[in-house]
Protein backbone atom coordinates (compact mmCIF):
# COMPACT_ATOMS: atom_id res chain seq x y z
CA UNK A 1 0.00 0.00 0.00
CA UNK A 2 1.67 3.30 -1.08
CA UNK A 3 2.07 5.93 1.40
CA UNK A 4 2.34 9.14 0.10
CA UNK A 5 0.30 12.45 0.97
CA UNK A 6 0.42 15.56 -0.83
CA UNK A 7 -0.96 18.99 0.56
CA UNK A 8 -3.35 21.02 -0.52
CA UNK A 9 -5.21 19.17 -2.97
CA UNK A 10 -6.54 22.26 -4.40
CA UNK A 11 -5.44 25.81 -4.12
CA UNK A 12 -5.84 29.16 -5.38
CA UNK A 13 -3.87 31.99 -5.26
CA UNK A 14 -3.26 35.61 -6.87
CA UNK A 15 -0.35 36.23 -9.17
CA UNK A 16 2.99 37.05 -7.37
CA UNK A 17 1.72 34.92 -4.19
CA UNK A 18 4.47 32.80 -2.96
CA UNK A 19 3.93 28.61 -2.32
CA UNK A 20 4.67 25.58 -0.85
CA UNK A 21 3.18 22.70 -2.20
CA UNK A 22 3.64 20.02 0.40
CA UNK A 23 4.92 16.00 -0.22
CA UNK A 24 5.59 13.25 2.41
CA UNK A 25 5.89 9.31 2.32
CA UNK A 26 5.83 7.35 4.98
CA UNK A 27 7.85 3.94 2.75
CA UNK A 28 11.19 5.23 3.77
CA UNK A 29 12.02 5.62 -0.33
CA UNK A 30 15.07 7.49 -0.84
CA UNK A 31 14.34 8.86 -4.34
CA UNK A 32 11.69 11.24 -4.97
CA UNK A 33 9.95 13.42 -7.80
CA UNK A 34 8.16 16.30 -8.73
CA UNK A 35 6.04 16.30 -12.10
CA UNK A 36 3.96 18.39 -13.37
CA UNK A 37 0.76 17.90 -15.70
CA UNK A 38 -1.76 19.72 -17.49
CA UNK A 39 -5.68 17.82 -17.37
CA UNK A 40 -5.00 14.53 -20.47
CA UNK A 41 -1.52 15.51 -21.26
CA UNK A 42 2.09 14.30 -20.10
CA UNK A 43 4.08 14.02 -17.34
CA UNK A 44 7.03 16.73 -17.05
CA UNK A 45 9.80 16.37 -14.83
CA UNK A 46 10.53 19.26 -13.06
CA UNK A 47 12.97 18.41 -10.01
CA UNK A 48 13.84 14.83 -8.33
CA UNK A 49 16.10 14.08 -5.44
CA UNK A 50 18.06 11.17 -4.57
CA UNK A 51 17.99 10.96 -0.97
CA UNK A 52 18.47 13.51 2.10
CA UNK A 53 20.35 16.86 0.89
CA UNK A 54 20.71 16.04 -2.89
CA UNK A 55 18.53 17.70 -5.43
CA UNK A 56 18.79 17.36 -9.01
CA UNK A 57 16.42 19.69 -11.82
CA UNK A 58 14.22 18.08 -14.13
CA UNK A 59 13.52 18.93 -18.54
CA UNK A 60 10.92 21.50 -17.39
CA UNK A 61 12.13 24.76 -16.09
CA UNK A 62 8.78 25.26 -14.10
CA UNK A 63 11.22 28.44 -11.81
CA UNK A 64 10.04 26.50 -8.61
CA UNK A 65 13.10 25.39 -5.69
CA UNK A 66 12.82 22.02 -4.23
CA UNK A 67 14.50 20.60 -0.68
CA UNK A 68 15.17 17.48 0.65
CA UNK A 69 16.10 18.33 4.26
CA UNK A 70 14.63 14.86 5.39
CA UNK A 71 14.34 11.61 3.85
CA UNK A 72 10.35 11.64 4.06
CA UNK A 73 9.69 15.45 3.11
CA UNK A 74 9.78 17.02 -0.53
CA UNK A 75 8.55 20.31 -0.45
CA UNK A 76 7.83 22.14 -3.67
CA UNK A 77 7.71 25.97 -3.75
CA UNK A 78 6.97 29.22 -5.98
CA UNK A 79 8.54 31.87 -5.27
CA UNK A 80 6.29 33.82 -7.37
CA UNK A 81 2.96 32.57 -8.72
CA UNK A 82 2.20 33.28 -12.27
CA UNK A 83 -0.93 32.00 -14.34
CA UNK A 84 1.18 30.00 -15.93
CA UNK A 85 1.82 28.08 -13.25
CA UNK A 86 -1.50 26.68 -13.58
CA UNK A 87 -1.34 22.96 -13.32
CA UNK A 88 -1.44 19.75 -11.14
CA UNK A 89 1.61 18.98 -9.76
CA UNK A 90 2.40 15.25 -8.71
CA UNK A 91 5.17 13.80 -6.24
CA UNK A 92 6.38 10.51 -6.50
CA UNK A 93 8.69 8.51 -4.50
CA UNK A 94 10.26 5.06 -5.10
CA UNK A 95 12.84 2.84 -3.15
CA UNK A 96 16.45 2.78 -4.74
CA UNK A 97 17.68 1.36 -7.66
CA UNK A 98 18.26 -2.67 -6.84
CA UNK A 99 16.14 -2.80 -3.70
CA UNK A 100 12.68 -3.26 -5.48
CA UNK A 101 11.06 -3.25 -8.85
CA UNK A 102 11.82 0.85 -8.87
CA UNK A 103 8.36 1.72 -9.29
CA UNK A 104 6.78 5.18 -8.87
CA UNK A 105 4.26 5.52 -6.04
CA UNK A 106 2.34 8.66 -6.87
CA UNK A 107 0.36 10.77 -4.53
CA UNK A 108 -2.89 12.48 -5.29
CA UNK A 109 -1.67 15.52 -6.86
CA UNK A 110 -2.07 18.97 -5.77
CA UNK A 111 -4.05 21.41 -8.59
CA UNK A 112 -2.90 24.94 -8.53
CA UNK A 113 -4.70 27.68 -10.01
CA UNK A 114 -2.55 30.98 -10.01
CA UNK A 115 -5.39 33.89 -11.05
CA UNK B 1 14.58 12.34 -25.51
CA UNK B 2 10.67 11.81 -24.34
CA UNK B 3 9.82 8.56 -25.95
CA UNK B 4 7.23 8.44 -28.54
CA UNK B 5 3.96 6.76 -27.55
CA UNK B 6 1.99 5.21 -30.51
CA UNK B 7 -1.52 5.41 -31.26
CA UNK B 8 -2.55 8.37 -29.34
CA UNK B 9 -5.70 7.14 -28.73
CA UNK B 10 -7.75 4.07 -29.01
CA UNK B 11 -11.42 3.00 -29.01
CA UNK B 12 -11.85 -0.52 -28.67
CA UNK B 13 -15.23 -2.29 -27.64
CA UNK B 14 -15.20 -4.57 -24.72
CA UNK B 15 -13.47 -8.15 -25.65
CA UNK B 16 -11.28 -6.44 -28.57
CA UNK B 17 -7.17 -6.26 -27.85
CA UNK B 18 -5.38 -3.27 -28.26
CA UNK B 19 -1.78 -2.72 -28.30
CA UNK B 20 0.84 0.39 -27.54
CA UNK B 21 4.18 1.04 -28.45
CA UNK B 22 6.63 3.21 -27.02
CA UNK B 23 10.09 3.89 -28.55
CA UNK B 24 13.11 6.02 -27.56
CA UNK B 25 15.82 6.86 -29.75
CA UNK B 26 18.34 6.43 -26.53
CA UNK B 27 19.46 3.24 -25.42
CA UNK B 28 17.63 2.52 -22.57
CA UNK B 29 17.92 0.82 -19.31
CA UNK B 30 14.34 0.24 -18.22
CA UNK B 31 11.21 0.89 -19.07
CA UNK B 32 8.19 1.34 -17.56
CA UNK B 33 4.15 1.79 -17.89
CA UNK B 34 1.31 3.30 -15.90
CA UNK B 35 -2.12 3.72 -16.25
CA UNK B 36 -4.13 6.72 -15.32
CA UNK B 37 -7.77 7.42 -14.55
CA UNK B 38 -9.25 10.24 -15.07
CA UNK B 39 -8.96 12.60 -12.05
CA UNK B 40 -6.46 10.13 -10.61
CA UNK B 41 -2.86 9.49 -10.38
CA UNK B 42 -0.61 7.23 -12.56
CA UNK B 43 -0.55 3.66 -11.30
CA UNK B 44 2.18 1.44 -12.25
CA UNK B 45 1.64 -1.53 -14.32
CA UNK B 46 5.15 -3.32 -14.75
CA UNK B 47 8.35 -2.61 -15.25
CA UNK B 48 11.20 -4.06 -17.73
CA UNK B 49 14.54 -4.00 -17.99
CA UNK B 50 17.32 -4.22 -20.25
CA UNK B 51 18.11 -8.11 -20.78
CA UNK B 52 14.58 -8.77 -18.52
CA UNK B 53 12.30 -11.31 -20.07
CA UNK B 54 8.28 -9.68 -21.11
CA UNK B 55 6.47 -8.94 -18.35
CA UNK B 56 2.55 -10.37 -17.63
CA UNK B 57 0.00 -9.62 -15.57
CA UNK B 58 -3.79 -10.78 -15.88
CA UNK B 59 -4.63 -9.80 -19.51
CA UNK B 60 -1.97 -7.25 -19.85
CA UNK B 61 1.63 -8.14 -20.97
CA UNK B 62 4.60 -6.43 -22.23
CA UNK B 63 7.20 -6.74 -24.31
CA UNK B 64 10.91 -4.74 -24.60
CA UNK B 65 12.77 -5.34 -27.91
CA UNK B 66 16.49 -3.82 -26.73
CA UNK B 67 17.78 -3.67 -30.56
CA UNK B 68 14.19 -1.69 -31.40
CA UNK B 69 14.74 0.52 -28.08
CA UNK B 70 11.06 -0.41 -28.28
CA UNK B 71 8.39 -1.47 -25.61
CA UNK B 72 4.96 -2.70 -26.41
CA UNK B 73 2.02 -2.46 -24.15
CA UNK B 74 -0.32 -5.75 -24.66
CA UNK B 75 -4.10 -5.58 -24.01
CA UNK B 76 -6.32 -8.39 -24.00
CA UNK B 77 -9.63 -9.15 -23.98
CA UNK B 78 -9.97 -5.61 -22.80
CA UNK B 79 -12.33 -4.63 -20.00
CA UNK B 80 -14.54 -1.33 -19.05
CA UNK B 81 -11.44 -1.01 -16.23
CA UNK B 82 -9.13 -0.66 -18.67
CA UNK B 83 -10.37 2.45 -20.45
CA UNK B 84 -7.55 5.49 -19.01
CA UNK B 85 -4.28 6.95 -19.99
CA UNK B 86 -1.47 4.81 -20.48
CA UNK B 87 2.00 6.42 -20.18
CA UNK B 88 5.50 4.63 -20.96
CA UNK B 89 8.20 5.84 -18.60
CA UNK B 90 11.64 5.47 -19.70
CA UNK B 91 15.36 5.41 -18.00
CA UNK B 92 18.22 6.11 -20.76
CA UNK B 93 21.18 3.53 -20.40
CA UNK B 94 23.56 6.15 -19.71
CA UNK B 95 21.62 8.10 -17.50
CA UNK B 96 20.13 4.98 -15.21
CA UNK B 97 19.15 5.40 -11.94
CA UNK B 98 17.80 9.29 -12.42
CA UNK B 99 14.32 9.42 -13.36
CA UNK B 100 12.10 8.69 -15.73
CA UNK B 101 10.90 10.76 -18.25
CA UNK B 102 7.63 9.86 -19.85
CA UNK B 103 5.87 9.72 -23.78
CA UNK B 104 2.33 11.67 -24.27
CA UNK B 105 0.38 9.07 -23.32
CA UNK B 106 -2.02 6.57 -24.92
CA UNK B 107 -6.08 7.24 -24.05
CA UNK B 108 -7.90 4.03 -24.23
CA UNK B 109 -11.82 4.19 -24.40
CA UNK B 110 -13.39 0.89 -23.99
CA UNK B 111 -17.23 0.31 -24.07
CA UNK B 112 -19.60 -1.99 -23.87
Known amino acids: EADIYQTPRYLVIGTGKKITLECSQTMGHDKMYWYQQDPGMELHLIHYSYGVNSTEKGDLSSESTVSRIRTEHFPLTLESARPSHTSQYLC??????????????FGEGSRLTVL | QQPVQSPQAVILREGEDAVINCSSS?????VHWYRQKHGEAPVFLMI?????EQKGHDKISASFNEKKQQSSLYLTASQLSYSGTYFC?????????????FGKGTTLSVSS
Open chain 2, 48 to 52: LLKGG
Open chain 2, 26 to 30: KALYS
Open chain 2, 89 to 101: GTEPFNQAGTALI
Open chain 1, 92 to 105: ASSPAPGTDTGELF
